[in-house]
């Protein structure tokens, strides 16, 4: 897989280029499982770090906090480049999901707007797929959005090559998505999925890049060794694999040392050899699976 170099190796200045044009920005904070109470000064931390790429959901239960984060911070909201999602019951009311988030978020715009699940969930019944609805209609009613301004970009998440290739050959599909956010680590690193997307112009964000919480990677000999040789942590040893790869990463945390040092990239990366050693990792864990959906998402097709 082609190695991709920040200028300079300034990675936390690094963006990459999207499909419509615009530049997502190559290091983010996630807030996925981030607790109520934590989420907003862990958004005003890390803007003040000098991070300007905030990534939620309206699943995740704490648009308001990250909002409120995004004030408290000072930055301007021009230079923050917001990520959230269209949860899974709301598929067919799209214009109410997006109108939702930007009244929790207190923002007139999101830059990117992502369906979040390839599952159109029953809101009466989670257990259930609402019937005569797809994720195809979902993208039909997303595809409307940026023309009211409230929304720069859109996305998936979560979409592996079959269903990918269901929504792209669907005649109602003019909008090829600008990203697919997707589980990416060493031991879940897809290539097939990273490959595809990148053949369709698919840009691909990494969640989880770290092995999300209690990681069994910052256990790994072969990982504490690398980070060692190179006086980094495990988790930056992992943030820059993911950036090398051509995924922008979006690390959790709602602890300020760790906030700052997921942020300390520029400068450095990793040699080919030590590159090579990680991609080359044989265990395999999937940090979110999707038995919890009314249908599968998953079919093994990203190796």
Not at 223 to 242: D, F, H, N, R, S
């Amino acid at each position: 897989m082609a190695v991709e170099i920040a200028q300079d190796l300034k990675w936390t200045k690094h963006h990459f280029t999207l499909n419509t044009g615009d530049k997502i920005p190559a290091v983010g904070l996630g807030t996925w499982q981030s607790k109520p109470g934590e989420v907003r000064e862990a958004v005003k931390v890390a803007l003040q770090k000098g991070y300007r790429y905030i990534d939620t959901a309206l699943a995740y239960g704490n648009e308001k906090e990250v909002g409120l984060g995004i004030k408290d911070s000072g930055v301007p909201r021009e230079e923050i480049w917001v990520t959230t999602k269209l949860d899974n019951t709301w598929h067919h009311i799209t214009e109410e999901g997006i109108t939702s988030s930007l009244n929790s978020l207190g923002l007139d715009y999101v830059d990117l707007y992502l369906m979040h699940w390839p599952s159109s969930t029953d809101p009466n019944n989670l257990k259930k797929h609402l019937p005569d609805w797809d994720f195809v209609k979902t993208w039909e009613a997303m595809q409307k959005l940026p023309a009211s301004g409230r929304v720069k970009n859109i996305g998936v998440s979560n979409f592996a090559i079959k269903n990918l290739e269901k929504l792209l050959n669907d005649p109602s599909c003019k909008t090829v998505p600008a990203t697919n956010q997707i589980e990416l680590h060493p031991n879940n690193p897809s290539p097939k999925l990273v490959e595809y997307c990148k053949s369709k112009g698919i840009h691909c964000t990494a969640y989880s890049c770290l092995g999300s919480t209690d990681s069994p990677l910052y256990k790994n000999d072969k990982l504490k060794k690398i980070a060692e040789g190179k006086g980094k942590t495990v988790q930056q040893i992992l943030l820059m694999w993911g950036l090398m790869r051509g995924t922008d990463v979006i690390p959790k945390s709602v602890t300020a040392s760790r906030i700052e040092a997921n942020f300390e990239l520029d400068g450095w990366k990793l040699e080919d050899d030590e590159f090579k050693a990680i991609s080359s990792l044989p265990e395999r864990f999937k940090v979110c699976g999707d038995a919890w959906l009314p249908v599968r998402v998953f079919f093994g097709d990203d190796e």
